[in-house]
């Protein structure tokens, strides 16, 4: 049975018949590359690529995103018909910690799109899109998890990363846990049509703790600093500027300020 064949298998076990193509693929430039092409042809909603390997897997402002064997590398195209699309990396990145738990693994959600165990980023989600006059016509949810990867795949990226593999007490095959990422993106999509407000209670129940706390946050625009104060309604960062006022960031990396004399990093 090839691996399309038991991913299609795996998502029946959870009760969902898949309705539009899976592409399961060898290695890819990018996974979101792909399916942007094929987005742009009219491809239905809920089709996906996977591949084993990524050789120009990115993350958010192109950077590069490691993707060896072992991975998960998953895109999916949506077609919204509601109007938080800025909730669908929210979303995904419930998915994947959801996904974590069921495998033993307790993961955490850090704005806007990564999931971390012990501090270590596990997954991370780039969503890419495009829109007319007539709103958004696609979203491509691209999805990295590290599965059965062991720290000498991840080569220097193993002080700040880590793998179920290395979480779990077992290593789940990456055909399950793409089955479960994509069993449990179509629920919480749904709940961004009719109940996007659950989607962001389910994000803040597993955000990292830096609520109250000082934070920096690189945007486009420059470096933000202040307290970190909460996420709003449409899945904008919200913090409380040093100078005074609240600062609402779309876009951006935020990093965790550490008390002076111990240094600045991400958690």
């Known amino acids: 049975m ?41 491809t239905p909603e809920w089709t996906g690529v996977l591949a084993d390997t990524q050789t120009g897997g990115r993350g958010r402002e192109g950077r590069a995103w490691a993707s060896p064997p072992g991975g998960l590398y998953l895109s999916v195209i949506l077609r919204p018909r509601f109007e938080r699309v800025g909730l669908v990396p929210l979303a995904a990145g419930v998915v994947v910690a959801e996904v974590a738990g069921e495998f033993g693994v307790e993961a955490q959600v850090k704005w806007p799109n990564d999931v971390l165990v012990r501090g270590r980023k596990l997954a991370g989600v780039l969503t890419e899109s495009s829109s007319s006059s007539r709103g958004v016509d696609w979203v491509v949810v691209g999805i990295g998890v590290n599965v059965a990867v062991d720290q000498t795949s991840l080569g220097p990226l193993a002080e700040t990363a880590t793998s179920l593999h290395l979480e779990a007490d077992r290593t789940p095959a990456v055909e399950d846990v793409a089955a479960g990422v994509l069993a449990r993106l179509s629920v919480w999509y749904d709940a961004l049509e009719g109940r996007p407000s659950q989607v962001v209670d389910a994000w803040r129940a597993r955000a990292v703790p830096w609520w109250g706390r000082p934070v920096q946050v690189r945007t486009t625009h420059g470096v933000l600093r202040g307290t970190l104060r909460d996420v709003d309604e449409a899945g904008a960062l919200l913090v409380d500027r040093e100078e005074g006022g609240v600062q609402r960031v779309l876009s951006g990396e935020v990093t965790q300020l550490r008390p002076t004399g111990s240094g600045s990093r991400d958690t």
């Open 2 to 42: 090839d691996r399309e064949a038991r991913l299609r298998q795996a998502l029946l076990a959870r009760g969902a018949a898949w309705p539009a193509p899976l592409e399961w693929r060898g290695a890819v430039g990018s996974t979101n590359d792909v399916l942007k092409a094929k987005a742009r042809r009219g």
